[in-house]
């Protein structure tokens, strides 16, 4: 599904950008330089910037167009779900949430790491950028379409 997703923002971002010569700094949308013949052209984004290929294009896109999944977040959520909101330790009551994460932090993120890549793994959410950001894979298929 990633790759058909893949490429659908690949489509997308060609559409969206124009051919351009960067040696001879002009717009060439037939993809071949009207001045130099060049087929070796970078992607001009309007408003916007010039760059090779159409991952910076994507990214962009995805940036202005679609939210972010905030995973730290969403993790929490889904620890609420199974954990009471508080914790009674002798006779102090805890956020559950913070308790956890000032306690054992080296934990969190490891718990965290794991949901991430289990939410990864089950298809929930996608990345572009090598996981430096996420988005719910249903949210960029609905784009796509």
Same mark, same amino acid.
């Given at each position: 599904?990633?790759?058909? =997703?893949?490429?659908?923002? *690949? ?6 950008? =124009?051919?351009? /010569? ?9 993809? /071949? #330089?009207?001045? /130099? ?12 910037? #010039? *760059?090779?290929?159409? %991952?910076?294009?994507?990214?962009? =896109?995805? *940036? ?11 993790? &929490? &959520? ?6 009471? *909101? ?8 805890? %956020? ?13 993120? /490891? ?7 289990? &939410? ?18 249903? %949210? ?6």
């Amino acid at each position: 599904m990633k790759n058909e =997703i893949q490429q659908k923002l *690949e489509q997308i971002a060609l559409s969206r950008s =124009i051919p351009f /010569c960067y040696g001879c700094y002009k717009e060439a949308p037939t993809g /071949c #330089c009207s001045s /130099c013949g060049s087929d070796d052209l970078m992607r001009l984004l309007p408003g916007v910037g #010039c *760059e090779w290929g159409t %991952d910076w294009v994507i990214r962009h =896109i995805l *940036e202005t167009e679609l939210d972010a999944v905030d995973l730290e977040e969403a993790f &929490e &959520e889904s620890i609420r779900e199974f954990y009471p *909101e508080e914790t009674t330790v002798g006779w102090m009551t805890f %956020d559950t949430i913070t308790l956890m994460k000032e306690n054992d932090p080296v934990g969190w993120r /490891c718990a965290l790491a794991d949901h991430i890549s289990n &939410e990864e793994s089950d298809g929930t959410i996608i990345s572009f950028d090598n996981g430096a950001t996420y988005y719910r894979t249903e %949210d960029i298929a609905d784009f796509v379409q």
